[in-house]
């Protein structure tokens, strides 16, 4: 059983900078691959971000590539969202998730925190 919990969301200006937080708690972070989603109002949940459980390896989703980068910190058993240049659309509630394997889909996740929001105005 995992435990996630998000921070650092805000308000942010167009073109402005932000840096999410998970905490996770349970046994064997560093197996768990840590990915990021996002859901916006009315959207579906989408994939921003995942990475391997000893952070070799980080998938993007295109919209956001070159601008975010994930990290972990297996020793605090944390993962990171930077997330730069940020645009109006990035607005959405930002949940971290844990899976087995490294995919895009959320269906492949078995934990999820509770969100943290995101608004950037233009």
């Known amino acids: 059983q995992v435990q996630l919990v998000e921070f650092g969301g805000g308000l942010v200006q167009a073109g402005g900078s932000l840096r999410l937080s998970c905490a996770a708690s349970?046994?064997?972070?560093?197996?768990?691959?840590m990915g990021w989603f996002r859901q916006a109002p009315g959207k579906e949940r989408e994939f921003v971000a995942a990475?391997?459980?000893?952070?070799?390896?980080?998938i993007y989703a295109d919209v956001v590539k070159g601008r975010f980068t994930i990290s972990r910190d297996n020793a605090k058993n944390t993962v990171y969202l930077q997330m730069d240049a940020l645009k109006p659309e990035d607005t959405a509630l930002y949940y971290c998730?844990?899976?087995?394997?490294?995919?895009?889909?959320?269906?492949?996740?078995?934990?999820w925190g509770q969100g943290t929001q995101v608004t950037v105005s233009s």
């Open positions: 349970g046994r064997a972070f560093n197996t768990y691959t």
């Open positions: 990475i391997s459980g000893r952070g070799g390896t980080s």
């Open positions: 998730a844990a899976a087995g394997i490294l995919k895009r889909t959320p269906d492949k996740y078995d934990y």
